[in-house]
């Protein structure tokens, strides 16, 4: 993984719409998602991770009160705070997870090459 996103220039792209705009994000997929990020948006730009959603139907809008998704701007936001068991988020908020019960071929490759099982 870490080789193939050195080579972030190379990914493929697709066109987003971020606030009303079309602008091109760089993505590649891995095992039942993907992983992007559209330059074009701020000095970092915006990464995404997308599963059960096709990068080319990704719409952005700029959130003005974040407190309304339950998430507090003045602290650092981790995958936890976006679990399926957060039940104070709006369902579109909501991070799936379907490889809570199962393990995806790419998962299997990277745990493997880095002896992690």
Not at 5 to 23: F, I, N
Not at 56 to 66: A, C, H, Q, S, Y
């Amino acid at each position: 993984m870490y080789e193939l996103s050195q080579r972030w220039q190379d990914w493929p792209t697709a066109t987003c719409v971020v606030d009303g705009r079309e602008e091109a994000m760089s993505y590649q997929r891995y095992a039942w998602g993907w992983a992007g990020f559209v330059h074009a948006v701020g000095v970092a730009g915006v990464q995404l991770v997308g599963v059960g959603i096709e990068p080319e139907t990704v719409r952005l809008e700029t959130v003005r009160d974040p407190q309304k998704y339950g998430l507090d701007p003045s602290r650092r936001l981790s995958v936890s705070d976006l679990y399926d068991e957060r039940e104070n988020l709006p369902v579109e908020a909501r991070l799936p997870l379907p490889w809570a019960n199962t393990m995806h071929d790419d998962h299997r490759a990277l745990i493997e090459k880095h002896g992690l099982g």
